[in-house]
């Protein structure tokens, strides 16, 4: 898995730009990030403060993401599921029914 970039590197990219006068463009290539990168630590820093990255990685999975892999494999869903989902695939339903579900459904 990758490792986020340090915070003392966001925080100086971060000070070029905001104290240092220097375009995101141009504090990219002084830091050998990309672009994009040092856009998104200015923004991150503007709107909350800080420079400290998100979580990485984890058991969240997209609701859309996840229905949509069920219907890829023409499988109808047993229960509703309003909102994101936050845990791990088979904490709301057992592998044994999700499984005995599965094959009903494809048979």
Known sequence: MVRPYSN????????????????????AAQFGVAISTAINWVRRFRGTGSVEPDQIGGYRWQTMTFLAALRHDRITAP????????????????KRSWFRHCSKATS
Not at 79 to 94: E, F, R, T, V
């Open 8 to 27: 003392d590197l966001r925080e100086r990219l971060v000070r070029a730009v905001l104290r240092g006068g220097l375009s995101c463009h141009q504090a």
């Open 79 to 94: 229960w509703h599921i309003d909102g994101p989902i936050k845990a791990k695939p088979s904490s709301s339903m057992s």
